[in-house]
T-cell receptor
Framework: GQNIDQPTEMTATEGAIVQINCTYQ??????LFWYQQHAGEAPTFLSY????GLEEKGRFSSFLSRSKGYSYLLLKELQMKDSASYLC???????????FGKGTTLSVSS | DSGVTQTPKHLITATGQRVTLRCSPR?????VYWYQQSLDQGLQFLIQ???????AKGNILERFSAQQFPDLHSELNLSSLELGDSALYFC???????????FGPGTRLTVL
């Protein structure tokens, strides 16, 4: 899969819920990743989905629909520290390398 | 701290020069991935090594080369540097059988 598409920017307020969407090409699909990256820092792993459905991990959940080539990352009870870039990624067709989207910059305000 | 180390943290050099970036994967990890992150292109996969052998190649320029040594550390060599090579260079590793990649802190390269 390649051609990952996600919104460039989003804003939200503390305590709110935000959903960051990602679409990808479905051919050769081998799994969908979400990473968080604070400005100037390394990306950190959030989730990996290979089956359809919602996976919850604390305040963060990730959803996948393979037939629609669609995923979203749901962030609940937003905190200021959640202000970061959120990168959606999938494997290349050979399943050997991650292809990242350009990321969604989330700004959380008080 | 991901356990992946990279040196140097910052590097400033001139066009036409050659630099070497170094990465040590997490203890026990055999894979090393190199990525380039620039403002306009996002995070781009360059190349992967596994236990000393090249495993996958991405958008790596011919002016760039890499290798992984017997102790599993890896070096990324960038030559004939251009202004457009200015970027953050990350390396990552993952445990065998795991899809989660752990990223190092990165090397910020500035080409003047």
């Amino acid at each position: 899969g390649q051609n990952i598409d996600q919104p460039t920017e989003m804003t939200a307020t503390e305590g709110a819920i935000v959903q960051i969407n990602c679409t990808y090409q479905t051919s050769g699909f081998n799994g969908l990743f979400w990473y968080q990256q604070h400005a100037g820092e390394a990306p950190t792993f959030l989730s990996y989905n290979v089956l359809d459905g919602l996976e919850e991990k604390g305040r963060f959940s990730s959803f996948l629909s393979r037939s629609k080539g669609y995923s979203y990352l749901l962030l609940k009870e937003l905190q200021m520290k959640d202000s970061a870039s959120y990168l959606c990624a999938d494997y290349n067709q050979a399943g050997t390398a991650l292809i990242f989207g350009k990321g969604t910059t989330l700004s959380v305000s008080s | 701290d991901s356990g992946v180390t990279q040196t140097p943290k910052h590097l400033i050099t001139a066009t036409g020069q050659r630099v070497t970036l170094r990465c040590s994967p997490r203890s026990g990890d055999l894979s090393v991935y190199w990525y380039q992150q620039s403002l306009d292109q996002g995070l781009q996969f360059l190349i992967q090594y596994y236990n000393g052998e090249e495993r996958a190649k991405g958008n790596i320029l011919e002016r760039f080369s890499a290798q992984q040594f017997p102790d599993l550390h890896s070096e990324l060599n960038l030559s004939s540097l251009e202004l457009g090579d200015s970027a953050l260079y990350f390396c990552a590793s993952n445990p065998r059988g795991s899809h989660e990649q752990f990223f190092g802190p990165g090397t910020r390269l500035t080409v003047l």
